[in-house]
């Protein structure tokens, strides 16, 4: 299934990045609890090879190159789609700057 116009917004993706990130913040839980990061259980699952934070930001990073790629494919062009993107990244970034 393709996401299309009619069903971009119609999906649980927010939900699941959501989600991702709140693993991330559970995978920072156990260094400022315990100094240390033997509870986590990716981390005892894969002896030591992988972190729950860093399998949450994977997914996270895909999930969200999944969406912009939607978006591009559902904006009318080139110019709309940069134009949308313009307008939804730098008010963040310059209220965070001034």
Known sequence: MFITKENF???????LQFVMALLVIYS???PIAAA????EIVIALTGGQYSTGGL???VFFIISGFLVS???????????YL???IFRIFPGF???WS
């Not at 917004?9 to 939900?15: D, F, G, I, R, V």
């Not at 240390?36 to 509870?39: L, Y």
């Not at 939607?70 to 709309?80: D, H, I, T, W």
């Open 9 to 15: 917004k119609k999906n649980n993706l927010n939900l």
């Open 28 to 30: 920072h839980a156990f």
């Open 36 to 39: 240390n990061s033997e509870g």
């Open 56 to 58: 949450a930001v994977a």
């Open 70 to 80: 939607a978006s591009y494919e559902n904006a009318k062009g080139l110019f709309s």
């Open 83 to 85: 134009k949308k993107r």
């Open 94 to 96: 310059f209220r965070f």
